[in-house]
């Protein structure tokens, strides 16, 4: 089965700074890279995603960049605020029929005024 | 759009007790939704995957008898917890997606506890 390793598990950056999460999987058939942002006790909310087809994706501050060769995918944020504190999930599956995500074990960002 | 309602919110109850935990698509119809369990600080755990009208699939190491799953339409699915045990105090979610290449949806969590 799939398996997604995430890294790092905790970053601590400065407001302003930018901040990166790399994740990486095992299954070459995997197609399908979402990210889940999940702030203590609540629901994760999914912020974005990336599909096989592309490289790189881009929404405002957050973007996603795929390389398929490697198996590794990676979010950016940029110029964070406070308010980007939470734990970050990677995840990944072969979308089709009733696949499902493998999650990374998750990153705890915490961002300093 | 793609709101997921998730009920109770919170359950503390004694060893012993069947606990019922309900996941409704609220705008749209999902044929699949899926069960997690979340202990503190680490990640989602998929515990089985709920399939309109058909039987659960379940992943290894899930007792299905223990965690009893219906989904007995297209916007409800249902996780019961049978005599649960002190061991099984965690973070249940749910989630649900509009179709096979679409994103998850999740809902808010049940905080189980039992006694």
């Known amino acids: 089965g799939e398996n997604v390793e995430q890294h790092p598990s905790t970053l601590s950056v400065q407001e302003g700074d930018s901040a990166v999460i790399k994740c990486t999987y095992s299954?070459?058939?995997?197609?399908?890279f979402p990210w889940y942002k999940q702030e203590l006790g609540k629901r994760p909310q999914l912020i974005i995603d990336?599909?096989?087809?592309?490289g790189e994706k881009k929404d405002q501050r957050i973007a996603v960049t795929l390389n398929k060769t490697a198996k590794h995918f990676s979010l950016h944020i940029t110029e964070t605020q406070p308010e980007d504190s939470a734990v970050y999930f990677c995840?990944?599956?072969?979308?089709?029929?009733?696949?499902?995500?493998?999650f990374g074990k998750g990153t705890m960002l915490l961002v300093s005024p | 759009g793609a709101v997921v309602s998730q009920h109770p919110s919170r359950v503390i109850c004694k060893s012993g007790t069947s606990v019922k935990i309900e996941c409704r698509s609220l705008?749209?119809?999902?044929?699949?939704m899926f069960w997690y369990r979340q202990f503190p600080k680490q990640s989602l755990m998929l515990m089985a995957t709920?399939?309109?009208?058909?039987?659960?699939?379940?992943e290894q190491g899930v007792e299905k008898d223990k965690f009893l799953i219906n989904h007995a339409s297209l916007t409800l699915s249902t996780l019961t917890v049978t005599s649960a045990h002190p061991e099984d105090s965690s973070f249940y979610i749910c989630?649900?997606?509009?179709?096979?290449?679409?994103?998850?949806?999740f809902g808010d969590g049940t905080r189980l506890s039992i006694l």
């Open positions: 989630s649900a997606r509009l179709g096979a290449n679409q994103p998850q949806h």
């Open positions: 299954d070459s058939a995997s197609n399908y």
């Open positions: 990336i599909r096989s087809n592309v």
């Open positions: 995840a990944a599956s072969n979308a089709g029929g009733y696949s499902t995500l493998t």
């Open positions: 705008d749209f119809q999902a044929t699949t």
């Open positions: 709920s399939n309109e009208g058909s039987k659960a699939t379940y």
